[in-house]
């Protein structure tokens, strides 16, 4: 008898963030921005397109009411999350590490990269104008398949080496730190505006 089993599986957890005002939300992103010149400056210096407070603001939640909402939002999924990947976190929970805004405009990018140093990590979107791009998830064993030959076309999603999810505004993404992703190139005139975020464990 054949028996084909599905191990090591890739999680992609995706809801809606909860009741925050993503108008609100979007207006204190955009005044962050633009008053932040220590993130400009940054983003000028490391040829970083658009903006983000990665490297500038480190206590988003306590400095903006609105994103210590977000956080308590955020601690539920993760919560969930953790719980549906059977962790057994013992008596140290996971918590939220760092919190940052990102804003690309048109013609910006991304480039592919993971976040080793942490757990869970993901994001939610704040403005998705029409024809901005989509966030693309890697197979985390592609670089280990030189020799494999490609998928085919019609391959069903567990099969597929990339896959490209579109959110909505007001969405959550949620993965493991592990996964590669990257933002292609902005097609869209407006801003994509997302608020990322990595959770630790202990």
């Known amino acids: 008898m054949t028996n084909i089993r599905t191990l090591f599986p890739t999680h992609l957890y995706h809801a809606k963030l909860g009741d925050i005002d993503p108008t609100e939300l979007e207006a204190n992103c955009l005044g962050i921005a633009e008053d932040d010149e220590a993130g400009q400056q940054w983003c000028d210096d490391n040829d970083f397109p658009g903006y983000t407070s990665y490297a500038s603001l480190t206590d988003l939640p306590w400095r903006f009411p609105i994103f210590q ?12 999350f953790a ?15 760092d919190i940052w805004i990102n ?8 480039t592919a990269h993971i ?6 990590s993901g994001t939610t979107y704040v403005a998705m104008p029409p024809g901005t791009s989509a966030i ?6 592609h670089q280990m398949m030189m020799a ?4 085919l076309k019609d391959a069903g999603e567990d099969h597929q080496s990339f896959i490209y999810v ?8 949620l993965w493991e730190s592990y996964l590669r992703h990257e933002v292609p190139m902005n ?12 959770y630790a464990w202990g």
């Not at 719980?83 to 590490?97: H, I, N, S, V």
């Not at 804003?103 to 991304?110: A, D, K, S, V």
């Not at 494999?148 to 998928?151: C, F, G, M, V």
């Open 83 to 97: 719980t549906a990947l059977q962790f057994d976190l013992g008596d140290k929970p996971l918590r939220l590490e």
């Open 69 to 80: 909402d977000v956080v308590t939002a955020l601690d539920g999924h993760v919560a969930q």
């Open 148 to 151: 494999a030959p490609p998928r």
């Open 103 to 110: 804003i690309l405009p048109e013609g910006g990018i991304h």
């Open 115 to 120: 976040h080793p140093h942490s757990v869970i």
């Open 187 to 198: 097609m869209a005139e407006d801003h994509r505006i997302s608020i990322s975020f990595n």
């Open 166 to 173: 579109k959110p909505s505004v007001g969405d959550v993404l």
């Open 136 to 141: 693309k998830f890697e197979d985390p064993r």
